[in-house]
């Protein structure tokens, strides 16, 4: 897989139809509670959007101490083994990116998997705020240049709340 | 079956005299009869209210409700909000957009009910199913911003949704909107003072708990369908990218923007100056949208220079455009804006603020207001900066304010001299901000309408040319005639019946959870095929195209009763002195008024095809048993607003 899933919080509206695919595709319900990928709207300071990065060299991988977090190379994503998961959270509690959620009615961690190659908020994001591109030297600038705004919001967030909340 | 699909299934009810929360399965019946939101409100308001009631007084209540497609994809979340009006004393709704109604569903409740009167200012926290009514002494007082930012602080959850009054609902300014997300505004007929009079500040609601859905693949099958048709249409685009500030392009050279309290429609430089256009390209930094919805009407603006440097808003509307800019002679659009900002922290209804505003700045001209009226004030047209200082003081109840709070009927009662002469209203509610007098069966709606004037009831944009485009062919096949694409004509023929038509998809748009704006009365094709195609897939439950069409008359009906029961019938109906004696002074409706006697003509014919009385607009018990309404019918019957055939 040579794609990477870009979002530009410029062009998000909030609306967080993203949450509700998510959820209705990987959940049959419309929860963005459960959702992968999750949108906080700070009005004129920007939205915050977090979604599994795909690191590499995830942090959420190294923090998990029955290593039930795996690396899915054909598809490019990260996978959790529910077998081995003991809910300890201590990957949620890693990730840089706020990414990697615990699903309260499933009682699992989940995190995105793209779909399995389609992402579908990709498909209902009417102005382009996700985007799935061709991971070439403009969609690693692009990621970069959107990971480095999402780190500032979650600064600004944490100020302003004290964190995500649930 | 047990299990809810759509619904949540639950109702909220909560006494604030006693401090007693309890909640309790919403009733099948119901679900099925009218849907939810606007319809099960109307219904539910009508079975506990008594026709004696105060608006103001603990007696009255006041319901929140979703519509079963809220939180699923493209639906909105929209949420209504019903009671007696203290705007009217009549029925009172209004409907928003936003997150909070979707998010009331994720706590675990479709409906909210509120009754009684805390005796000292609470707010409450709905959080998955967890009640508190909680202190609010710390936030009385406070905007609607400072509000909601407050108790998003308090709870630490940034996510959380706020509703909740500004100052104007503690004061209970007539005109006091329900304000949710900051900038969406329940605004008509007073639900802000009605929340004030029961000394609720705020509702903050937060959930996990989601939408079951009955068919998910299908939904969302569905949804790529509607997704595609709708943001494929050449119209789609004005949505995004100027929400209804467009009209002020569309609409103008139509005549229906009203200038001077609707005296003329006409003013150079109105299009350039506070058009769609020019607010996007000068104002515009993000767009905004309602929760699930991909129309994104909504803006974050900010004034980048002049007066008002780096004020920041968001959420204008034509609407808001219009009440507070031509009506009042003014085409100052960063004025505008920064009134905007105001109405919303303060929350108040735009339209009826301007309606004030524009009544008390008439009626200084014609000397029937002077400065021992005003505290001292000179009142003239175009003067912003008398308007924003006249808005805090109407907020805030404080001198001549406490006059302009009262909302333009009640003003003009308060003042006499004859200043009733000179008040457009409709039911005693300030309409929309559109000159009706040239627009036959716009004049119809509004004046029918059973939350007194208004757009969103049931006006037949049909009956608009400009760019929204009328087909005469399609109109003529629909409605049976072609004089509905007509505006001057007083069609007996097809205007009462499109009318009737508009009222009762609309009440089903508002029963649904849906948002106007992506269905057939922006022109897009979503009707009732397509809310019955939703809502099968959404709630497991078939309703047949003609099933909706005949619940959205089930709902006016029921409005309808509920207005009768309290005494108001064909009188009600009927256009003020204003709108039938002055006429329209320039542009292309030019020499229009209401002609009263053609008037009747068109009303006693829509009471006919309604099924109602043609002389007293009454319902016939057989109408009312036919749309399973015997309760109604019975209840009626008992204050002799019934014709028993």
Known sequence: MDKVLIFSPDRCTGCALCELICSLVHTKTCNPARSRIRILTLEQKGVVQTFCQ??????????????????????????????????????????????????????????????????????????????????DSVAIQKKKKSLQELEGLLKLLEAYTGGLGS | MDQWFGWVGKVLDIDLTNRKVSDYPLDRDLSTDFIGGRGINGKMLFDLLKPDTDPLEPENVI????????????????????????????????????????????????????????????????????????????????????????????????????????????????????MSSLTRAAAKCGGGAVMGSKNVKAIVTRGSQGVKVADPEGLIKNFQKLYTAITSDFKFEFYPRYGTSILVEGLYPTGLTPFF??????????????????????????????????????????IP??????????????????????????????????????ANQYGL????????????????????????????????????????????????????????????????????????????????????????????AIALAFHTSTRGGDHLRGQPPAEIGGFR??????????????????????????????????????????????????????????????????????????FSPDDLSKIGERIWNVEKA??????????????????????????????????IDKFNEMLDSYYVMRGWDQRTGRPKRSKLEALNLGDVADELARYGQLVEE
């Open chain 2, 261 to 302: 309290n609707f005296r003329q429609t006409q003013m150079d430089g109105t299009v350039e100056k506070i058009g769609g256009k020019t607010f996007v390209e000068k104002f515009v930094t993000r767009r905004k949208a309602c929760h699930g919805c991909f129309l994104h009407c909504d803006h974050y603006y900010t």
């Open chain 2, 562 to 595: 509920f207005n009768l029961r309290l005494g108001f019938g064909r009188e009600s109906d009927l256009p003020s002195e204003k709108l039938q004696n002055e006429t329209v002074k320039d542009g292309p409706l030019e020499g229009e008024k209401i002609d």
């Open chain 2, 349 to 440: 209804d735009t339209i009826s603020l301007g309606g004030s505003m524009s009544l008390a700045v008439d009626l200084f001209e014609k000397g029937i207001l002077t400065k021992a009226d005003t505290d001292g004030l000179e009142l003239r047209w175009s003067d912003p900066d008398l308007f924003v200082n006249l808005i805090h003081k109407t907020a805030r109840r404080e001198g001549f304010g406490d006059l302009l709070a009262e909302g333009s009927y009640w003003m003009a009662q308060r003042i006499g001299r004859g200043a009733e002469k000179h008040v457009c209203h409709m039911k005693k509610l300030e309409p929309s901000t559109e000159e009706v007098r040239g627009h036959k």
């Open chain 2, 469 to 542: 485009g009328v087909d005469p062919k399609v109109m003529a096949e629909r409605f049976g005639s072609e004089d509905v694409g007509k505006p001057a004509v007083y069609d007996v023929v097809g205007k009462p019946r499109m009318v009737m038509w508009y009222q009762n998809f609309s009440a089903v748009v508002d029963a649904t959870g849906l948002c106007k704006f992506g269905t057939y009365w922006s022109r897009f094709p979503v009707e009732f095929k397509e809310f019955s195609d939703m809502l099968r897939l959404t709630t497991g439950v078939q």
């Open chain 1, 54 to 135: 795909q690191c590499e060299d995830a942090a959420c991988m190294a923090a998990c101490p029955v290593s039930a977090i795996t690396n899915n190379e054909t598809l490019g994503t990260i996978e959790i083994d529910r077998e081995l998961c003991i809910m300890c959270e201590d990957c949620i509690a890693a990730c840089p990116f706020k990414a990697i959620y615990r699903d309260g009615i499933d009682e699992k961690i989940i995190a995105c998997d793209l779909c399995g190659g389609d992402p579908q908020c990709v498909t209902y994001c009417e102005t382009q705020a996700v985007e799935f591109l061709e991971k």
């Open chain 2, 305 to 342: 220079d002049g007066k008002y440097k780096g004020v920041e808003g968001q959420k204008l509307e034509w609407e808001s455009i219009t009440a507070l800019g031509p009506r009042l002679g003014n085409i100052d659009l960063e004025s505008i804006l920064y009134m905007n900002n105001l």
């Open chain 2, 63 to 178: 319901i929140f409700g979703t519509g079963p497609l809220g939180g699923t994809p493209g639906a909105t979340g929209r949420f209504n909000v019903t009671f007696l009006s203290p705007a009217t004393g009549l029925l009172g709704d209004s409907s928003s957009g936003g997150h909070w109604g979707a998010e009331l569903k994720y706590a675990g409740y479709d409906f909210l009910i509120l009754r009684g009167r805390a005796d000292t200012p609470v707010y409450i926290e709905i959080i998955d199913s967890r009640v508190h009514i909680r202190d609010a002494a710390d936030i009385w007082g406070l905007n609607v911003w400072e509000t909601t930012e407050t108790l998003k602080r308090k709870i630490k959850d940034p996510k959380a949704q706020v509703l909740a009054i500004g100052q104007a609902g503690e004061k209970l300014v007539r005109f006091a909107a329900v």
